[in-house]
């Protein structure tokens, strides 16, 4: 009975990890942040309108999100050139004029 219980677990824990679940957004996650982006309305550099569309889509987020940004730190390895959090990788400074100065580590 023993046995039967363990190769009953040890089948059910294989058949779990050959699942072929896929980690990641969803399309439908994708269509909503494209959709948020689309929403923000910011003047963007032509380095940036230059950039994939996904990276025309974060800095438009980052922009809309600064406030959370600056609450992640970031592991990319730009600490040396100054940044301090994730939202340096998008935006150096935004004035409260409104003015931004961007940073083109996230259009790379």
Not at 60 to 72: G, I, K, N, Q, S
Request: hydrophobic fraction near 35%; charge should be negative; glycine fraction near 10%.
């Amino acid at each position: 009975m023993k046995r039967a219980l363990l190769l009953g677990l040890m089948l059910l824990l294989a058949l779990t990890g050959c699942s072929g679940a896929t980690s990641g957004p969803s399309e439908e996650s994708l269509q909503d942040l494209t959709k948020e982006a689309e929403q923000v309305k910011v003047e963007l550099p032509e380095f940036i309108l230059s950039a994939p569309p996904r990276a025309q889509e974060a800095y438009r987020l980052a922009y809309a999100h600064t406030d959370l940004l600056e609450h992640m730190p970031c592991y990319c390895g730009c600490g040396s050139q100054g940044h301090g959090h994730n939202a340096h990788c998008f935006i150096q400074d935004k004035g409260e004029d409104g003015n931004v100065a961007w940073d083109r580590m996230g259009a790379t």
